[in-house]
């Protein structure tokens, strides 16, 4: 089988199913629900989407606009944007149907970039969510750090205590981004091998893997994991600073 610790299943399998391949990685429909609850329990009614023109942001983007209406949300605009699209355009449009949330998602620094700081300059303060991109660009010296302030944004919730003892202890320094899926993803190979069956995907969607990452797993008919744990969060910048919010 191929595994992939760090890819969206719902990209990489959707439309068209490569029944031996397989992901790891959290689902996207997990981040959506995420956020919008999050949004729901800040008292957001309105809200506009702006990501990244891509395969997984689309998919995201699908997610999200469809979890907003299920809880009530009313989406008043849902738009990708190309690298050097001008961003003055999108936020145009942002203030004339006035939410009081924008979600925006991109991994692109140049896109990023323009976004956050045509924004924070016109917008007057509209609340802004993403994705886990916000935190790295809390250390990346294009960002000014003003323009993240108090945005709020996903990630995968942070490893078990056990895990990053462990970690930390073999290698001298904290779990990195995906080392946990990394480490699922080498023992469930691990676990293929040591069983070698004649039929990939029947061991693959027949099998409960236990994971560090989950716990206990199993792979769905478009090879994402089936779990009682979404395992993603919700985090703020405040004065700087990634705060846990839930």
Request: aromatic share 12%; glycine share 6%.
């Amino acid at each position: 089988p191929l595994i992939s610790q760090d890819a969206a299943i719902e990209s990489v399998n959707v439309p068209v199913n490569h029944p031996n391949v397989f992901s790891l990685w959290y689902r996207t429909a997990s981040k959506a629900k995420t956020t919008i609850k999050d949004m729901v329990q800040s008292g957001v009614k309105k809200l506009y989407v702006v990501t990244l023109n891509d395969a997984y942001y689309a998919t995201l983007r699908q997610f999200l606009v469809a979890e907003a209406e299920k809880q009530g949300i009313i989406v008043v605009g849902d738009e990708a944007l190309n690298v050097g699209d001008d961003t003055r355009t999108s936020i145009a449009k942002v203030k004339r149907e006035k939410p009081n949330a924008v979600f925006f998602g991109s991994y692109d620094d140049t896109l990023s970039v323009a976004f956050f700081k045509r924004y924070y300059e016109l917008t007057g303060g509209v609340p802004l969510w993403g994705d886990e991109f916000v935190e790295q660009n809390i250390s990346n010296q294009n960002f000014n750090p003003i323009w993240l302030e108090g945005v709020r944004y996903y990630v995968p919730a942070e490893p078990s205590s056990e895990f990053s003892n462990a970690y930390t202890a073999r290698f001298g320094e904290a779990p990195r981004f995906s080392a946990q899926t990394t480490y699922d993803t080498t023992h469930i190979l691990a676990a293929y091998l040591r069983a070698m069956p004649t039929d990939v995907s029947e061991y693959m969607r027949s099998t409960t893997f236990d994971t560090v990452t989950y716990g206990s797993i199993t792979f769905d008919a478009i090879g994402g994991v089936i779990t009682n744990t979404e395992g993603i969060t919700m985090k703020s910048i405040v004065k700087g600073k990634p705060v846990v919010q839930i």
